[in-house]
């Protein structure tokens, strides 16, 4: 587990009443380019592939660009950074929603407090233990824990369920059982602490989404609740990060609002998590607005994006936070996936359900309970058979970093990359050895070993080898084998 407990100390001096996004310099950045020149484009992408980042100003001319042939040019260049810093792995994970109970009526979700129509569900220890064995039974070992906000989800309750978690076993051969082996969570954001309570569950990344950073229109979709209140969630990472939890997502609910303003703020939130705590956000997300019972405007989102922009959005963030993770659910279809996958992604989540006690249901969405509808229903091993035949990409179920106790990590540029070398490629084939060897269809374990076989072709022979003696236990029948 673990092994980093410290608050982190802010380098200066936090005032929470007061918002760090600064609307006029995102609007000033974005007017004072409305129309970029080609030249003015090609140099933020040249800027772009040295993975340094970008400024704010680099990022307005990537969004202000309307060319579609230097749209392609982004696109060749997220991929560019994609597979210099990541390589081919693809991390996997499930949601595990806990509780659709909430008190807040955002105004874009099915569980908001005003719809009547849904049947409300917090799932008891023993309810979560059979979600958590289903989940195992497929081979999954990291969630995300999903909760509404509401006094039964106290910070309390949520170490509770997540201990529950953690404590579920799925039997196997060998008698030692498989286990989660990380949880990250997804709940309100709660005072200094109760982040310290939630920060001794052993959680991963602490997620939780600003929506829209666009205080009146944020003001205008949240208005019943503890989530009213703009400033204590703009804030929420600040607090965690206080109560030492330095493993912190944040993100944006696309389609609320301008998709440019967005963009930029988030990078502002990450650039002042930086500056404050001299560490980034571990994540990012972009969920855009999917149909919710009982939501309006989730049918007709104000600023809805097409794919086009949602791609665009996607690869410039690639270039913005070369080092961040970007992770993609399962909103999103097949087709979609498959093309941001190859655009800097860097986790996805397979076969979700977004209903409590959804897994050991028969039923793959249910309207009265859900939160909103999706747009990939395809199981895991489908999913991975997709990702390795089609993508090249190597499912990687590795959590080792966690486990060491090497979060909260800022390594930059080459040191990173040397470091994914090291210790990531070898543990994603690993834990991926592991999948095929116990959950895998036939057709799958022989598409994955291939591409493993070729991943190992393409190491030094020194590091090759190594990892052919850790595959070779494996196959022996010994697990959780990371570097
Ligand atoms: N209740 C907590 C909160 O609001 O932060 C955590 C759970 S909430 C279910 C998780 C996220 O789902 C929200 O932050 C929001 O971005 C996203 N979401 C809500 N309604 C959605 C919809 N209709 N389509 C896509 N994502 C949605
Ligand atoms: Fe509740 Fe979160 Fe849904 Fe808002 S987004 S209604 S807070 S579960």
Redesign the pocket.
Known sequence: MTHHHHPMIPLREIDPSQSFIDDAAIWAQLDQITNPSQTQVEAVLEKGRQAQGLSLADTAVLLQNSDPALDEQLFAAAREIKDAIYGNRMVLFAPLYVSNH?A?A?A????NADNHQLKRKTLKADEIDQEVSVLLSKGHKRLLA????HPRNSAERIVDSIRTMYATRLAAKDGEGHAIRRINV????MDTEDFRTLKTAQIGTYQ??Q?TYHRDTYEQVHTKGK?KDYLYRLYAMHRAMEAGIDDVGI?A?FGLYDHKFELLALLQHAQQLETDYGVGPHTISF??????QG?DL?EQPPHAIDDHTFKKIVAILRLAVPYTGLILST?ETPEIRRELINMGVSQISAASRTYPGAYAAAETEREDEQ??TLGDHREIDEVIHDLVTNLDSIPSFCTGCYRKGRTGDHFMGLAKQKFIRTFCQPNALITFREYLNEFASERTREAGNALIEKELEAMTPARAKNVRKCLDKTDQGQRDIYL
């Open positions: 909430c807040n955002c874009y979700c099915a569980f999903v909760y509404g906000e997804n709940c309100a954001p939780c989404f929506e989530k993100g609910l969920p855009r607005i999917e149909p919710a939501s989730s909103r939160q909103f």
